[in-house]
Every structure is written in structure tokens, then in C-alpha cells.
């Protein structure tokens, strides 16, 4: 019996064993920032200890890291008189044994805890600025509430969720090593192609323009959705409020955060054809088109959003390719131009 509960955790530390360390910008980030002697660092199972504590915080949480024993480096550092001491009765190896024993599961069990509670924190952190997000968002998009209170809800479901993406990407991520250009390089190479970074430079563009398109604020809408039927789903799922009245709701958003993320795309590629137009009014400006198209172009390519946004533009060029073949050929010239900079 006792082999048989070892063994989920025997799979465990092979999985943590197995991890790609080398390819996660998170593993050098914690490495750079344990305070280990440089002694200890060169070992091989301190590395793998305090890889097993990265896994265990990024990856699965339910792993148990025990404590690292140091009866071997004790060991190294005696002298060699040492050795021509009495040895300890049998009694003593076994009380201090038991000590040991004790001091390590607890160590261990606070190690665990400590991880836990800071996710727990997190979560719930987001969660509450998710949700103040969607409420916002909401009366913004509302067509019966004023004005002026419409517009306000309008930038605060900007920054909200600017706030939050901000908070995540340096939850994963942490701070760049160095502040400097060379550290801060590596640290956005890392980050720039993430689903936050992306939303964080979206809800910057809108939030601090004078232009209200109340279109955009769909896909933060979609996102905090998405983002509050998790968590209620994972943490309130025996509440009788919830079963009663949110079950359902949360289960078809998590069902179809599919037809969410294609929803979020059409609406983003639709701002992007707006704020042409809106070069040619009065409230045209130049520079915040340009750089929202460079975002597009950037959720074209990006892992976390290039297959929503390719299954898009590709609808819309069986749509709109045809009719320029026939009634704008002339246009070719620049649509080519344009298509050579969308795939540089």
C-alpha cells in the first residue's frame, strides 16, 4: 500500500525530472534570483532541487519537494580527527533521526503551503480586477446609460484591464535582470508574443486616445468573461449560490471560449478597418492607426492568437479578393504592397 501512494508522486518528480528547463525564460529568471553559495551552485542536486521547487510552483503544485538535506556537505567540512571519535549509541542515531524526520516534513509542508497561498492571492487579485472589469465594460457598451457616465466606464475597462495584463506578465515573468538594453532585450523578447503583453499594449492604445470606439471594448469583454467563469468555476463550484445561479452561465464560457477568442478577433480586425476610416474624419489620428495596425500584424503572428486571426483575414479575403478582381484591379498594386509588409 504504501508503494501504491508513492507512485503518483514517483510520476511526478519524472515529469519534473523530464522538464525542458532550458527552454523556459521562467527557469532563468528563478535561477538568476536563488541566493545559493557558488560552492553549492555547481552541484547537480542543488540544481535539481531547486528545479523540482520551480516545478512545483510553475507547473504542478501538488508536487512535494522535500527539504535538501545537507548531512553530506556537513560531512565534507569536519575534519578528519573526526573519525577517531567514539561512535553515538544506537539510541542516539534514532532520536536524532526522528528530529530530522520531523523538521524536514515540516519544512517541506511550509514550503508547499508557501507557493499555494501566493497562487491563491494571485487568482483572487485577478478575479476582482476581472470582474470590476466586466461590470464596467458593460455599462460602457450599454446604449441607456448617459453619456458621460458611458465614457468613463469606457477608459476605466481600458486601464483595468491594461492593470491586470500588467500584473500577470510580471507574475510569470518577473523583471528584467538588468535595466539595461542588452537585459531588457531578452526580457521583452520573451514577453512580446504572450496573450497579456498583447492585451496590455491593446488596452493602452484605446485607453489613452481621445477616439471612443465602444467596438473595442468587446474583446476585454471577452477576456474577463473568460477569465471570472474560471475562477468561479474552480473555486466556488460547491457554493449553492453558484449551482443555483451560475453554473450554467460559466460552464457554456468555458465551453465555448472557442467562439469567444474568433469573436474577440473579428472584433479587433474590425477597430483596425474603423480607425481608417476615422483617418478621414475629424477625429483622425494617424499615429494611433498605425501603431494598431502594428499590434494586428503582431496577432497575426503571435502563437496565442495567429490561428483566430488567420481564419479571419483568410474569410475575408475570399470575400473581398473577388470583388476587387472584378470591379478594382486597379488596387492590386497596393494590396501587394501591403500583403509584403503583413508577412515581413
Not at 555547481?42 to 501538488?62: A, E, L, N
Not at 457598451?141 to 491594461?162: C, D, E, N, Q
Not at 467596438?215 to 471570472?228: H, M, Q, Y
Not at 503572428?301 to 475575408?316: D, E, F, L, R
Request: glycine residues 4%.
Amino acid at each position: 500500500m504504501g508503494e501504491e501512494r508513492e507512485d503518483p508522486q514517483k510520476l511526478k518528480r519524472i515529469a519534473a525530472a523530464a522538464y525542458d528547463y532550458d527552454n523556459d525564460p521562467r527557469w532563468s529568471d528563478y535561477w538568476s534570483n536563488v541566493l545559493v553559495p557558488p560552492h553549492l551552485a555547481s552541484r547537480s542536486d542543488v540544481q535539481d532541487h531547486f528545479k523540482r521547487k520551480f516545478y512545483q510552483r510553475y507547473i504542478d503544485p501538488d508536487l512535494v519537494v522535500e527539504s535538501m538535506s545537507t548531512g553530506s556537505s556537513s560531512q565534507s567540512a569536519r575534519p578528519a580527527s573526526s573519525s577517531t571519535e567514539t561512535p553515538p549509541s544506537n539510541d542516539q542515531p534514532r532520536s536524532r533521526g526522528t528530529g530530522s524526520t520531523a523538521r524536514t516534513s515540516g519544512t517541506s509542508a511550509n514550503a508547499g503551503s508557501g507557493p499555494t497561498s501566493l497562487r491563491w492571492d494571485r487568482q483572487t487579485i485577478q478575479f476582482s480586477v476581472n470582474a470590476w472589469v466586466f461590470i464596467v465594460a458593460v455599462l460602457a457598451i450599454f446604449p441607456l446609460v448617459p453619456k458621460g457616465l458611458s465614457h468613463r466606464a469606457y477608459r476605466l475597462s481600458f486601464m483595468g484591464t491594461a492593470c491586470s495584463s500588467l500584473y500577470s506578465v510580471y507574475s510569470l515573468y518577473g523583471k528584467p535582470r538588468a535595466w539595461n538594453l542588452q537585459a531588457l532585450q531578452v526580457y521583452f523578447q520573451s514577453i512580446i508574443a504572450t496573450k497579456d503583453f498583447i492585451y496590455f499594449i491593446y488596452c493602452l492604445t484605446f485607453g489613452t486616445s481621445h477616439l471612443c470606439l465602444k467596438f473595442a471594448s468587446i474583446p476585454i469583454l471577452c477576456r474577463a468573461l473568460e477569465n471570472v467563469a474560471k475562477f468561479l468555476r474552480r473555486n466556488f463550484n460547491r457554493s449553492s449560490l453558484y449551482r443555483k445561479y451560475l453554473e450554467e452561465p460559466c460552464v457554456w464560457v468555458e465551453s465555448n471560449t472557442t467562439t469567444l477568442s474568433i469573436l474577440s478577433s473579428q472584433a479587433e480586425i474590425g477597430v483596425g478597418f474603423l480607425l481608417i476610416i476615422s483617418v478621414f474624419s475629424w477625429h483622425r489620428n494617424v499615429i494611433q492607426t498605425f501603431m494598431y495596425w502594428q499590434l494586428l500584424k503582431l496577432m497575426y503572428h503571435a502563437p496565442v492568437t495567429a490561428s483566430y486571426h488567420q481564419s479571419v483575414w483568410t474569410k475575408i479575403g475570399r470575400s473581398v479578393n473577388p470583388l476587387i478582381q472584378r470591379y478594382a484591379p486597379f488596387l492590386n498594386s497596393p494590396l501587394s504592397a501591403a500583403q509584403r509588409w503583413w508577412f515581413r
